[in-house]
């Protein structure tokens, strides 16, 4: 499970996802998918969070890896590519940004 510490030797990454809310079930259940078949098995995944607006019309990803380096390797798979272009038919866009804690309260 990710938690947030400062310092922290965690990669954090969020990604936001825009969407529509016909098609916010159905994005978010291709991220479930993509988290329980591969993403959370690659090599240095720590924990992940699925957050929806009330509008359904954002996904909001948060995962923590314990490299940047780790995130990055899964990031550039084929089955990675392949679950991108998945994800980028149910969305108007997405993007995953790389974070380092700056402060926790």
Not at 10 to 25: D, I, K, L, N, R
Not at 56 to 71: G, L, M, P, V
Request: glycine share 4%; charged share 20%.
């Amino acid at each position: 499970m990710p938690t947030i510490t400062h310092p922290s030797s965690a990669q954090t990454v969020v990604t936001t996802f825009e969407t529509s809310p016909g098609t916010c079930q159905d994005l978010l259940e291709a991220l479930e998918e993509a988290y329980d078949a591969f993403i959370s098995k690659q090599p240095g995944f720590v924990g992940a969070g699925l957050h929806v607006n009330d509008a359904q019309t954002r996904i909001a990803n948060y995962s923590q890896w314990k490299h940047r380096e780790d995130f990055l390797a899964m990031l550039r798979s084929s089955e990675m590519r392949s679950w991108n272009r998945r994800f980028n038919e149910l969305c108007r866009s997405f993007e995953p940004v790389l974070y380092e804690v700056a402060a926790v309260y």
